[in-house]
């Protein structure tokens, strides 16, 4: 997420020229080395829940199997319950000054109740504070240890045009059941949900999810779907996944789809019948971007990728395999397909390297935005790239700079918690963050950078990067110790960039 630039100037583009592209790969040996290695230790989900749109209500079961692999005794784990945010109009993930967006017909609570957490043996004592569940296992979880986790929930359903929530047309179900959080060098992370940027950081994980649905709904989902099957008034859809680090669905009695197949990934484009030639070309966006970043940075190892229409305000919004894209962009001009491509990049960063987005936001979306870029030039040619990069990137950011003079922007890299709102965000992060790695791009040449973008990408596939990876793939694709520019120059430096850019 999340694309805030609306209204930007208009951008006309050159026709596609096809024929750019070499032979779509499939995933290569070392994903599924990777995969294999990793799908031995990650927390496995089974989900089976009933959904009653009347009520704007979930309830089921989660079971989860976790295995300490960290250094430590686990004697607490903990999990997020991002549903909580939604239960106060002071707490809503969401700007105050966008609450009327967020909000359109009024603020009504939502949440996630825990009625049960439990082993095979018995109940556990948990505690839920706020959007953290602590559960503190009979004995503490020693290394290589297994335990089997069942939560029973019920979870009320907001009018939030957001992430979890539902509007007129679509229900988003997403940051929705009691996610593992992540346990690192720092301990547990136990950050709450920010109202700006993606606040979130989670290990890669198995699912296997059961959507109980009234007949007439259709799900756009995470991973693939295994079966689908009636029962009485209701289906009962049921998800399969690979490694992914979330699970997020969007269902709609709206929908109507169109797919089409990218080698072996199958690109589905979920849209609202009145807007069937937007849906079409979302489709022919989603599967161009997949299509190319496969090529350039590396193969999409899952079978679907899927592009959901949704009533959701802030723009766009990436899950694994299945990305929001806010209903409203689908209209005539450019922002459809801008949003489409930079969702569509997040697979890989976010989705396929993962990284703290709490506290180095700027890992993925600074390099989403410089892949969005690079798709437009690549896809369309240098001019269109340039003209891009130009109106999505460098002229906002120096309008942003022109209207705060009178305050040092503050670095690139830094926490959430150390934004004071979207505006910031969006400018450092996304605009001067991809600035800055086009700049890092000249310097050391377009094939280096592109070796380095592939070599972070192979290195830290279903994994959590930080920027010390980051710049090691840099330092090993240009064979120099980049380390004091990457920080120093850019990402630490709070001055202005005047004309450097
Ligand atoms: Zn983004």
């Avoid at 017909?105 to 953290?132: C, H, M, W």
Wanted: aromatic share 16%.
């Amino acid at each position: 997420m999340n694309i805030k630039r609306l209204g930007i100037a208009a951008v006309v583009f050159i026709l596609l020229t096809s024929a750019l592209y070499a032979a779509f790969k499939k995933p290569s040996d070392y994903m599924e080395g990777a995969a294999r290695r990793i799908s031995g230790e990650c927390p496995r989900y089974t989900i089976n829940v009933s959904f009653y749109p009347e009520e704007k209500r979930i309830e089921g079961t989660q079971s989860l199997i976790v295995k300490n692999t960290e250094k430590a005794e686990l004697s607490e784990l903990y999990f997020h319950l991002y549903p909580n945010a939604f239960k106060t109009s002071d707490t809503a993930p969401f700007p105050r000054s966008e609450m009327q967006l967020a909000y359109p017909n009024g603020f009504s609570p939502g949440y996630i109740d825990i009625k049960k957490v439990a082993t095979p043996s018995g109940p556990l004592e948990y505690e839920v504070r706020g959007t953290l569940l602590k559960v503190v296992p009979d004995k503490p979880l020693k290394l290589g240890q297994s335990l089997k986790l069942t939560m029973e929930f019920t979870e009320i359903i907001p009018p939030s045009y957001g992430r979890f929530g539902y509007g007129k047309n679509t229900y988003n179900i997403a940051n929705w059941y009691p996610i593992l959080a992540v346990y690192d060098e720092h301990g547990w992370n136990k950050d709450p949900y920010y109202a700006i940027g993606d606040p979130f950081y989670s290990e890669v994980g198995l699912y296997e999810v059961k959507i109980k649905a009234p007949a007439e709904y259709t799900i756009a989902a995470t991973g693939y779907l295994e079966n689908k099957r009636q029962e009485g008034s209701s289906l009962i859809w049921t998800f399969k996944t690979g490694l992914v680090r979330d699970f997020a669905w969007v269902a709609s009695t709206r929908f109507k789809e169109a797919s089409s197949e990218v080698g072996r990934v199958k690109i589905t484009s979920y849209y609202l019948k009145e807007d069937a030639v937007f849906g079409q070309k979302a489709l022919e966006y989603a599967a161009r971007a997949v299509k190319f970043f496969s090529e350039y940075f590396g193969p999409y190892p899952y079978r679907e990728y899927s592009v959901a229409a949704s009533d959701f305000y802030i723009g766009g919004m990436e899950y694994p395999n299945l990305v929001m894209i806010g209903r409203q962009f689908y209209s005539e001009g450019d922002m459809l397909e801008y949003v489409v491509v930079h969702e569509t990049a997040h697979q890989w960063w976010y989705g396929l390297v993962g990284n703290n987005e709490v506290k180095e936001p700027w890992l993925d979306e600074a390099l989403t935005e410089f892949s969005t870029v690079l798709y437009y030039e690549k896809v369309y040619g240098r001019k269109s790239g340039q003209r891009v990069y130009d109106d999505f990137i460098l002229n906002p950011y120096k309008f942003y700079e022109q209207t705060h003079q009178s305050q040092k922007m503050g670095p690139i890299l830094r926490p959430l918690s150390e934004f004071s709102s979207w505006g910031e965000y969006d400018a450092i992060v996304y605009s001067r963050g991809a600035i800055m790695l086009k700049q890092l791009e000249s310097i050391i040449g377009e094939d280096k950078f592109r070796e380095a973008t592939r070599f972070y990408f192979k290195q830290n596939i279903y994994k959590n990067a930080t920027t010390e990876d980051f710049i090691k793939a840099v330092n090993k694709a240009t064979g120099a110790d980049w380390t004091d520019y990457i920080y120093n120059k850019m990402l630490k430096n709070d001055e202005p960039l005047q004309k450097a850019a």
